[in-house]
């Protein structure tokens, strides 16, 4: 898990999908988190990435480092209301707490269960990932 965190950091931006309905959905994300052996991501209560968490919890993740790499990842992810977990994210990205505070009822934190990631290139064999 600790790997596919690093990762996804050294990536900077990801694209997570979700789906609502029959429609696939992918946005950029930035946040990922180690909090309590989970592997975490974070959003607004307010968005539509939200809901369609809350509806379908199975996502997908792509990335892809400055060095040619990407990443692969299928899991579910499963609200936390913990406002530890919460916290411990925006510690980590203190340029979200102009929008976000733990508790305030809109920040939300997502662990991933059920992951399994693969990290690829064109040069190296590919690497699973489970957890």
Request: hydrophobic fraction near 35%; charged fraction near 25%.
């Amino acid at each position: 898990m600790k790997e596919v965190y690093e990762f996804l950091k050294a990536c900077g931006v990801y694209y997570l999908a979700t789906a609502e309905g029959n429609q696939p959905h992918v946005r950029p994300f930035g946040t990922v988190d180690l909090f309590d052996g989970k592997l975490y991501i974070q959003t607004g209560k307010r968005k539509p990435v939200a809901d369609q968490l809350k509806a379908n919890g199975k996502i997908e993740i792509s990335g892809m480092t400055p060095d040619g790499k990407w990443i692969r990842l299928s899991a579910e992810a499963v609200l936390d209301d913990n406002i530890e977990a919460q916290r411990h994210m925006l510690d980590n990205y203190p340029s979200l707490q102009a929008q976000y505070q733990p508790g305030d009822g809109n920040t939300e934190v997502y662990y991933l269960k059920n992951a399994v990631a693969q990290i690829c290139s064109f040069t190296e064999e590919t690497k699973t990932y489970r957890f």
